[in-house]
Structure formats: C-alpha cells, structure tokens
T-cell receptor
Framework: AQKITQTQPGMFVQEKEAVTLDCTYD???????LFWYKQPSSGEMIFLIY??????QNATEGRYSLNFQKARKSANLVISASQLGDSAMYFC????????????FGKGTMLLVSP | DTGVSQDPRHKITKRGQNVTFRCDPI?????LYWYRQTLGQGPEFLTY????????KSRLLSDRFSAERPKGSFSTLEIQRTEQGDSAMYLC?????????????FGPGTRLTVL
C-alpha cells in the first residue's frame, strides 16, 4: 500500500480564491510528521508547512493551513487567496517515528492559478 | 543565512561515464539526505548522513552509487558506469533536529541526463 496518496494529478483555481489539495497517509506508527512542499518549474523543493501527529491544533503558515484529520488519516493543504506565483507542483510527505527522518513523498498535485 | 547548494545544476554524460555531484548543506545542519526524483514522481530517498556517518542506504542505491560526507559538512554522490535509467533529478536536503521537529530543507537539485 502506498504510504502517501495524492489523488489529484492537477488542480485549477482562479487568482484570489482558496484551493484545497488532498493528501491521505498510511502508517501504524503513533509518532509521525506530515509536510507539504512546493516545487516550481525551477526544481527546488520549498518547505511550506509541518504537522506533528501529536499536535492538537492544525498548523498554519501565512496563507497556508493544514487540515489535519487524524482519524481519517488525511492532511489536506489549504491555500487561501491564491496568487499566480502559487502555480507549481505540490508534494505531501511523511516522516515516521521519532528518530531520524527520511521522508516518503506522494506523487504530487500540479496547481495552476489563472488570472 | 544561505540555503542548501548543489553543484552542478545540470550534467549531461554518456552512458558508462562516472559522474560526481556535490551538496553543501545549511551550515549548522548535522543531517544530510540524498533523494532521486524521476519525471512525474515525488522524490525517493537514497541515503542519509548524520554528521560524517552514513546511517542508512536505500535499496535504490545500487553498488554503482557511493556517497560520502568526509568531515560532516559537504557531501558528494558518485555514480559509476552511468546508465540511461540513472537520468533523474538528484536532490540534497539538510536538517537540524529541534525538539520533535526535523524539517528538511532542499537544494535546487542536479539534473542528470545520460545519453
């Protein structure tokens, strides 16, 4: 079974609107972390937001928020007030356990923001 | 504060040649990771260093691949006798564990094309 599933290959949104990118995960480890990264066409992976499995509140970072539903094993990224510069690939990733932290990535969602 | 840097950004080589990539992590980060990303996929873990010790290698890392981090600072990834299947983006990341958080910050990647 895939550990990280991103079911939306592509998403379209108009500028200034909000968009939700889906991510579900699979782990039996009670301690884990969930990350979202943005990858523009230049190739660099840019860290956006982190949610720990024991965090009580949903993470927020500026226009990014993480809708964490632990029982459903979902960690959706919400981008508010989309901007043209948000057009990029978005990857959800998971770290399992509390030790060293290699990341397992999903296949990504391509977001296109139109004027 | 400079980020993770990688050199070269692009490499074109002929099948059978050896190539070496370099990664310079964020200066205070003691953990360094190599990932490989092929078209349409998320990054896949290759290997991980804590300081100068190589603590884990993925089964993706065949005998033709070797990585070093001799003084716990920069790292090199060498691929011997390159094959066309080695064509990919090679990403380096670094991190510093703070409490329960261990966020990886990525470099711009080295795009390898094997002809």
């Amino acid at each position: 079974a895939q550990k990280i599933t991103q079911t939306q290959p592509g998403m379209f949104v108009q500028e200034k609107e909000a968009v939700t990118l889906d991510c579900t995960y699979d782990t039996s480890d009670p301690s884990y972390g969930l990350f979202w990264y943005k990858q523009p066409s230049s190739g660099e992976m840019i860290f956006l937001i982190y949610q720990g499995s024991y965090d009580q509140q949903n993470a927020t970072e500026g226009r990014y928020s993480l809708n964490f539903q632990k029982a459903r094993k979902s960690a959706n990224l919400v981008i508010s007030a989309s901007q043209l510069g948000d057009s990029a690939m978005y990857f959800c990733a998971m770290r399992e356990g509390g030790g060293y932290s290699t990341l397992t990535f999903g296949k990504g969602t391509m977001l296109l923001v139109s004027p | 504060d400079t980020g993770v840097s990688q050199d070269p950004r692009h490499k074109i080589t002929k099948r059978g040649q050896n190539v070496t990539f370099r990664c310079d992590p964020i200066s205070e980060h003691n953990r360094l990771y190599w990932y490989r990303q092929t078209l349409g996929q998320g990054p896949e873990f290759l290997t991980y260093f804590q300081n100068e010790a190589q603590l884990e290698k993925s089964r993706l890392l065949s005998d033709r691949f070797s990585a070093e981090r001799p003084k716990g600072s920069f790292s090199t990834l060498e691929i011997q006798r390159t094959e066309q299947g080695d064509s990919a983006m090679y990403l380096c990341a670094s991190s510093l564990k703070r409490g329960n958080t261990d966020t990886q910050y990525f470099g711009p990647g080295t795009r390898l094309t094997v002809l």
